[in-house]
């Protein structure tokens, strides 16, 4: 049973930066790609970025350059550091993963299986 546990949320200035932990337990499962997404109240749930197996990175148009993904293989946790933080970036964060390889790029959140419960994260102007 794959079990997805974000931490890290919370509230910041505008500027400032936050990192994200996806506590991952994935056994026997394997996960080929690996994301990030976010929804705000009234909007659809939009992808943020993502981390294949191979090591390959995409990352949302608003986000690209602010944001990094990453994964600690030995631990099992998958982050989102996100820097120079905007309130427009408030939103409810899921950790998500699918067992499926994906087209490349930003996908829709339909194709990934398996997804955490979410974090708040507040940015204040």
């Known amino acids: 049973q794959v079990q997805l546990v974000e931490s890290g949320g919370g509230s910041v200035q505008a500027g400032g930066s936050l990192r994200l932990s996806c506590a991952m337990s994935?056994?026997?499962?394997?996960?080929?790609?690996m994301g990030w997404f976010r929804r705000t109240p009234g909007k659809e749930r939009e992808g943020v970025a993502r981390l294949d197996s191979d090591g390959v990175t995409a990352y949302a148009d608003s986000v690209k350059g602010r944001f990094s993904i990453s994964k600690d293989n030995a631990k099992n946790i998958l982050y989102l550091q996100m820097n120079s933080l905007k309130p427009e970036d408030s939103a409810m964060y899921y950790c998500?993963?699918?067992?499926?390889?994906?087209?490349?790029?930003?996908?829709?959140?339909?194709?990934?299986?398996?997804w955490g419960q979410g974090i708040q994260v507040s940015v204040s102007a």
């Open positions: 994935t056994v026997p499962v394997r996960l080929y790609v």
């Open positions: 998500a993963g699918a067992h499926n390889p994906l087209l490349p790029g930003i996908v829709d959140d339909l194709w990934y299986h398996h």
